[in-house]
């Protein structure tokens, strides 16, 4: 037989809050960390080159002598360097004529698709597949064949009587065939803008018909306001993917940036201080330099975003 004492709390006195409840951290979260343990080793070998770059930057250095600290003559050596001041132009000119050219085939190509076609996966896998090989050493060497002095293009000019330059020789066409390349791997804009329109649904045009509204004035009034999110995107990864291109001026030129520098992007310019001339130093600053860049570019867009961008709320 048990007994219970009550206690008797004195007049206007309050209970004390009960202790909170002791939480017991289920075994699914221990196992959560250690699936991610991986990911956290990986990131020191990200984090720790990210903070001695930005050291280096700072410094000169060769790879053979320890680094000596110089402040900001890196940077202060850019202003003075015209190499750098062509890779800047030949990497402006080649992201703020290819992006917005291939976006515009990448929406066009998906509002056809999305019209309803035959065999639409089949379509979709040979649109996107340029976008998988694009950036490789092998598309690269085909695309200098095709447009080489004896190569495909001239070929087919040929038959209607032109003769037609080396364009990957010339420079003045040199960078005009790397646009076209990289207007040619629309695939994964493509298949973005493919899924956005999959999204609108389908009785806002048929509103739109009713009222007598033409085609051209429903995309521009219903496509392109309700898809303009999925524009930011596409426009956002562009950008960046382009300012850092590097591959198809090293292969289309064996990595000298030619012919007269007119493929010497940003980022090749910044391999040879880096690789060819052992400038760790100057490299560095670069690099830092290109990651300001790019962050002002995406700052502004972000900015602008607010007038044209339209979300569902």
Do not use: C
């Amino acid at each position: 037989m048990t007994t219970t004492t009550r206690v008797t709390l004195p007049a206007g006195a309050s209970a004390p809050p009960a202790p909170p409840p002791r939480r017991v951290k289920p075994r699914k979260d221990r196992a959560g960390y250690l699936f991610l343990l991986p990911w956290f080793i990986g990131m020191l070998f990200t984090v720790i080159p990210f903070f001695a770059s930005l050291y280096l930057a700072f410094t000169d250095y060769n790879l053979l002598n320890a680094p000596q600290w110089i402040g900001l003559g890196n940077f202060r050596e850019m202003l003075d360097d015209p190499l750098l001041r062509q890779s800047l132009k030949v990497t402006f000119i080649y992201t703020f004529v290819s992006v917005p050219l291939s976006l515009v085939v990448a929406l066009g190509v998906a509002m056809l698709l999305n019209r309803g076609v035959r065999g639409l996966p089949i379509y979709r896998a040979v649109f996107y597949l340029p976008s998988l090989l694009g950036g490789s050493v092998a598309v690269v060497l085909l695309w200098r064949y095709i447009f080489g002095l004896d190569g495909v293009v001239n070929a087919f000019l040929g038959w209607f009587g032109i003769d037609g330059p080396a364009w990957t020789s010339d420079p003045d066409y040199a960078l005009t065939t790397l646009i076209v390349l990289h207007i040619w791997t629309f695939g994964s804009p493509m298949v973005i803008f493919l899924a956005g329109l999959r999204q609108i649904p389908a009785m806002y045009y048929e509103a739109a018909a009713v009222d007598g509204a033409s085609k051209w004035h429903q995309f521009r009034s219903i496509t392109l306001p309700l898809l303009s999110p999925i524009i930011f995107f596409n426009l956002i990864q562009s950008l960046i993917s382009s300012f850092q291109t590097f591959t198809q001026g090293f292969v289309l030129s064996s990595g000298t940036g030619g012919p007269a520098d007119s493929t010497m992007f940003y980022n090749l310019y910044l391999y040879q201080q880096g690789f060819s001339q052992f400038n760790m130093g100057y490299a560095s600053a670069m690099a830092w330099m290109l990651l300001v860049i790019i962050a002002a570019f995406t700052a502004l867009n972000f900015l602008a975003a607010k007038y044209w961008v339209f979300y569902d709320n």
